[in-house]
C-alpha cells in the first residue's frame, strides 16, 4: 500500500475554528445572568467578544475582550446553518480522501452533544432540524456516494474515553451487560507493511445487521447505489480490514515517530450501508455513553466519545482510498465546584479534566511550535495525535455559554479556541488499499460467516467452522480459566467477607460490652460527681461552722471584755468604799486621839478603854470592807462561772459538730475513694479477662494494650487527681480549722494571760505592799503598845508617887502636928510640892512625846492608805481585797496592838468559827483560782494532749 498524498509537504492549514454561543438557558435566565457575550448576528463575522468588567453600553464594549476565530455563530445560527458552514467542507474533505476530525469543546451545558449529535431521531424517516453534524455526515455521506455512483464500502466505530478507559460504545455486551471482557487498548505500531499482518489478531470487522448482504444485494439489484460493478466487493479478507484499521491509526505526522502508528485492539467496526444503520448504531452507543444530572446539565455527557466513519472509496478500479472522519464530543471542560461535583462527578472532572488539560498542552505545544508535544500524556491525545498537527484536516468548534455566570469559563474556552487557531496541519489525501487484498478481507469474513451460518442451519445448533471452532473453543477454555480463577477469588473474597462480618459481629458485640461499661462508668463517675458535691456542700457547711466559732469567740471576747469591766467597776467600787471608810476611820481616829490627848491630861480618864474601843472600830471596819470586798468578788465570781461554762459549753459543741462533720465528711471521702476503686478494679478486670478476647486478638492486641494502658493512666490521672483534690480539700480544711482552733483558743489565751500578767505582777507587787504595811502596823503596833506600857508605867508610877506624896503629906502633916515644925514642914512641902511639880512635867513632857508618837502613827496610817490606794488604783486581781483585809485582820488579830496592859502579840479575841469559815470560804472562791480552775476544766484543748501541752509552757512560764 502506498500513500498517495493529495497536498505537498509545505500545504499546511490551520486548524478551522469555530466558536457557537447559544442562547441563554432557563437556569441563566432564572439567575438573572446578564449577557456578556456579543456574537455578530451575521453569517461570516469572526469575531466574538466578552465583557467580565460588568459594564454596561458603550463602557461594556470598551471594556470586553475579543477573540478572533475563523467562524462565529450565536444564538439565532441554526444546525444547518452551522453544518453547512463548518461540516459541509469537512465532509467533501472526507469524500475526497482525506482524513477529517471535528471536535466540538467547551464548558458542560453549552451545546457540544447537541452540536454533535443534537436530535439523532427520524422523523417520518427524516431527520429533525435539531439534528446535528454526525446524523446529519450520515445521510450526507450516503446520498453523496449514491449520487457518484462509485464503489465503496463503509465503516463505523463508536468510541467513549471515561476516565481515562477506553470503551466500545457499539459492544453488544453492553446491553446484556456482560461486556466481552475485551478491553480496548492503544497501541504503537511500528509496522507500516500492507501485506496485514499485524498484532491486532482479534480484531473484527461485524455486519452491523444479518442482513447486510441482503441489503446490499438489494441495492445491487436495484442498480442505483454501487456502480460501478461490483458495487460491493464480494469475497472481502479479514486479513484486509486488519490492514485498514492499522493503516486507519497510522499518522504521519511532523511530530511522531518516523513509522509510529496507533490501533485500537479489539475495537469493533461495524459495515453500514445507509444512513439509517449508522444512526442506529450512534443510538446504540449513546444508549451505552456516561450521562448524568449535574448541577449545570440535567444530562451531562462525562466522557469524551469519538464517532468514525471509515470510507473506502474506490479511487481507480483496483484500488480504493482510505479516509475516516472522526466527530469527537469532548466532555465538559466545567469547573469541578461550580458544577456540584462530588464523588464519583469529581473523579470523572478530574479525569476530564486531565484530558482537557493535555490536549490544552498539546495545542499550545503545536501553537508554539514546540519539539516535544504531550500526546502520550493522556489517552485523549493518543487518539487525536493525528488530527492535531497531522495529515488530518481538523475543525473545532467551541461552544459557549452568553451568560454572566458562565464568563470565567467562556474566557477560558474562548483563549483555548484561540489558541488552537494557531495549530498547522498537513492534510493529506488517505491510503490506499488494493483492491483484492481489500475483497480478500472481507471474503474471509464473509466465509466464517456463511460457514457458521451453514453449519448452524445443518445442525440445528450452534455450529461453526473448525478454525472458528477451535477459536471459540480457545476462548471458552480461557472463559472457563477465567472463570475458575474468578470463582476461586470469589471463594476467596467471600471466606474473607465470612471471617471479616465474623470479625465485625465479634467487634460489634465487644463494642456493645465497652459501650455498657461506658455507661457503667459513666454512671459511676455520675455519683462520684453527685458525692463531690455533697462534700462540697459539707465544706461548706463546715466553713459556715467555721464562721459561727469566729463569731463565738469574738462573743467570748465580748464576755471577757465584759467580765474586764465588771471587774474594773469592782475595784472602782472597793477602792471607794476604802477610801471612804478609812477617810471615816481616820476622822474618827484623830477624833479618838484628841479625846485621848485630852483625857489623858486626866488622870480619872480611861485611855485603854478608848484604845479598846478604836482597835474595835478599826476591825469592825475593816471586817465590813473585807465582807463587801467579798461579796462583791463572790457575786462576780459566781457571774463569771455563770456565764462562762454557758459560753465554752456552745463553744464545745460547735466544736464537736465540727468534728463530727469533719469525721463524717472523710468517712464520705473514704467511700467515694474505694467505690472508684472497686470501679477501676472492675474495668481492669474486665480488659484483662474480655477485652478484645476474639480472633484477630493478635491484630488489636496492640491497640487494645494501648488502649488499655491509656485509659488505666487516665482512669490512675482522675483517681490521682481525684484523691489529690479531696485530699488537699481535707487537709485544707484539717488546717484551716486547726488554725483557727489555734489561734482563736491561742489568741482568747494570750489575751488572757496579756491581761491578766500585767495583773498578776502588780497583785505580786501588792503581796510586798501589804507586807511593807503588815511591818508598817506592826511596827506601829509595837511603838504604840511599848508608848502606851511607857505611858502606863509612867502613870502608874506618878499614881504610886502621888500616893507615896500624899502618904508623905499625911506624914508630914502628922509631924507638923506633932512637932510645930511648920516652917520646916512647909519648906518640906515645898520642896515636895516642887518634886511632884517636876515629876509632872516629866509626865507632861512623857505625854506630849506619846501624843506626837501617836500622830506619826496617824501619818504610819496616812502611808497605809497610800499604799492602799496605789494597790487599788493599779487593777487589782481577784481575791486582793480579800486578801489585804485578811492581812490587816491578821496584823489585828495578831496582837500586834495590844491593849494596855497586856502582853505580848496575844489576839484581842479569839477568832468567832464564822469567821474562819468566812476565811476558808474566800480561800475556795479566789477568782484566779477559779478562773484557772474553770479555764483548766471547760477549755476544748483540754481533750487533746498536744493541746493541753500547748498551754503549758506558758502557765509554768507565768507561774
Ligand atoms: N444552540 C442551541 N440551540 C438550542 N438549544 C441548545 C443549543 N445549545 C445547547 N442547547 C440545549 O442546551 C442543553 C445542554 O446542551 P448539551 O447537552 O448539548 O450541552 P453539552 O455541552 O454537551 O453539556 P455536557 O458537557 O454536560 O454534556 C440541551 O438541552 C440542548 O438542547
Known sequence: MSAANGSSDADELNITVAVRCRGRNEKEIKAKSAVVVNCPNITGANEV????????????RMNSKTYTVDKVFGPSADQSLLFKEI???????????????????GMTSTGKTYTMTGDEKLYDGELSEAAGIIPRVLFKLFDTLDVQESDYMVKCSFIELYNEELKDLLDDGQDLGNSNGRKLRIYDS?????????????????????????????????????????????????????????????????????????????????????????????QKGLSHRQVAYTKMNDVSSRSHTIFTLTLYKNYNGETFRVSKINLVDLAGSENISRSGAQNQRAKEAGSINQSLLTLGRVINSLADKNTHIPFRESKLTRLLQDSLGGNTKTALIATISPAKINSEETSSTLEYATKAKNIKNKPQL????????????????????????????????????????????????????EIQESRREVEKLSSQNHLLLKDKKSSQDTMESQRLQIRNLQSSMDYLYEKIDLKHK???????????????????????????????????????????????????????????????????????????????????????????????????????????????????????????????????LKNGLS????????????????????????????????????????????MSKINDIIGEHVEQSRTLLMDTLNTATTEVITQELTHFNPVRKTWEESFNQINVCDSLSNKFKDDTSKSLNSLKSHMDRSVHESSVIADKIKDSICLFEERNDIANMASNINGTVDGFKNKHHILRDELEKHVSFIQDSSEGFKNIDNSLKRIMSSRMPEGKPDNVADALIKHIDSGSIAPVGSSGKTPLR???????????????????KNINTNLSSISPLKRKSSDSKLLQPTAKKQR
Open 87 to 105: 461540516a459541509d467542507p469537512m465532509f467533501y474533505d472526507f469524500i475526497k480522501g482525506y482524513n477529517c476530525t471535528m471536535l466540538v469543546y
Open 430 to 481: 488517505g491510503s490506499f488499499i488494493m483492491k483484492d487484498i481489500l475483497v480478500k478481507n472481507i471474503s474471509h469474513e464473509l466465509a466464517k460467516l456463511k460457514s457458521d451460518f451453514l453449519s448452524t442451519k445443518s445442525k440445528e445448533g450452534i455450529y461453526m467452522s473448525h478454525a472458528h471452532y477451535n477459536e471459540v473453543m480457545n476462548d471458552i477454555e480461557n472463559y472457563k480459566t
Open 910 to 928: 479569839p477568832l468567832l468559827k464564822s469567821e474562819t469559815k468566812q476565811r476558808s470560804l474566800s480561800k475556795s472562791v479566789s477568782p484566779i
Open 190 to 282: 511500528v509496522n507500516n507493511n500492507s501485506n496485514g499482518s499485524s498484532v491486532n489478531s482479534r480484531s473484527s470487522s461485524r455486519s452491523s445487521s444479518p442482513t447486510v448482504n441482503s441489503e446490499a444485494k438489494k441495492r445491487i439489484r436495484a442498480g442505483s447505489l454501487y456502480k460501478p460493478k461490483p458495487r460491493l466487493p464480494s469475497q472481502l479478507s479479514s486479513n484486509g480490514l486488519q490492514n485498514q484499521q492499522q493503516h486507519q491509526h497510522q499518522p504521519q505526522t511532523q511530530n511522531s515517530e518516523p513509522g509510529s502508528a496507533i490501533y485500537i485492539q479489539h475495537l469493533q467496526e461495524f459495515h453500514i450501508t445507509d444512513a439509517k444503520e449508522g444512526l442506529r448504531l450512534l
Open 675 to 718: 467505690q472508684i476503686t472497686a470501679e477501676n478494679n472492675n474495668l481492669k478486670d474486665y480488659l484483662d479477662t474480655y477485652f478484645f478476647k476474639n480472633n484477630h486478638q493478635d491484630i488489636l492486641s496492640t491497640h487494645a494494650d494501648k488502649t488499655y494502658h491509656q485509659l488505666k493512666v487516665s482512669s490512675d490521672n482522675l
Open 49 to 60: 467578544s466578552i465583557n467580565t468588567s460588568g459594564d454596561i453600553g458603550i463602557t461594556a
Open 538 to 668: 459539707n465544706e461548706m457547711e463546715l466553713t459556715n461552722m467555721i464562721m459561727k466559732l469566729k463569731d463565738a469567740v469574738r462573743n467570748m471576747q465580748g464576755a471577757l471584755k465584759t467580765h474586764e469591766d465588771h471587774e474594773q467597776r469592782l475595784q472602782s467600787d472597793i477602792q471607794k468604799m476604802l477610801y471612804e471608810n478609812i477617810l471615816e476611820y481616820r476622822t474618827k481616829l484623830e477624833r479618838k486621839l484628841t479625846n485621848l490627848k485630852e483625857q489623858a491630861l486626866n488622870p480619872t480618864s480611861n485611855v485603854d478603854e478608848e484604845i479598846t474601843d478604836v482597835k474595835s472600830s478599826l476591825k469592825t471596819l475593816l471586817e465590813n470592807v473585807k465582807k463587801d470586798a467579798i461579796t462583791m468578788c463572790e457575786d462576780l465570781a459566781q457571774k463569771v462561772l455563770e456565764d462562762q461554762p454557758k459560753f465554752l459549753s456552745s463553744v464545745t459543741s460547735e466544736l464537736n459538730g465540727i468534728s463530727s462533720k469533719i469525721d463524717e465528711h472523710t468517712d464520705q
